[in-house]
Nanobody, 121 residues
Framework: QVQLVESGGGLVQAGGSLRLSCAAS????????MAWFRQAPGKERESVAA????????LYADSVKGRFTISKDNAKNTLYLQMNSLKSEDTAVYYC??????????????WGQGTQVTVSS
């Protein structure tokens, strides 16, 4: 069982940066692939980025490539999402997820409660 708690969301102006964190409980954090998803009001949840369990491989949605960076610190049991050059369309609730498959699909076993990111134009 893994519990995930996101933090770091907030209000930022377009062009600005935020770093999201996802703290995980449990001693098996290093075994899990992890990902960030987001859901904007009135829209379906979409994938943002994913990272392998040992952090050697990453995947990004086309909409965030070159602007967002996903990373994983297994020693701290924490997942990060560095978001630069933010746009108004990045406004959403961001969720972290953990699972045994590394992908940009929603096939993850554990989910956090989400953190709100609002980008003002």
């Amino acid at each position: 069982q893994v519990q995930l708690v996101e933090s770091g969301g907030g209000l930022v102006q377009a062009g600005g940066s935020l770093r999201l964190s996802c703290a995980a409980s449990g001693r098996t954090f290093s075994r899990y692939a992890m990902a960030w998803f987001r859901q904007a009001p009135g829209k379906e949840r979409e994938s943002v980025a994913a990272i392998m369990s040992i952090g050697l491989g990453t995947l990004y949605a086309d909409s965030v490539k070159g602007r967002f960076t996903i990373s994983k610190d297994n020693a701290k049991n924490t997942l990060y999402l560095q978001m630069n050059s933010l746009k108004s369309e990045d406004t959403a609730v961001y969720y972290c997820a953990a699972g045994t498959k590394w992908s940009l699909t929603s096939d993850y076993d554990y989910w956090g409660q989400g953190t709100q990111v609002t980008v003002s134009s």
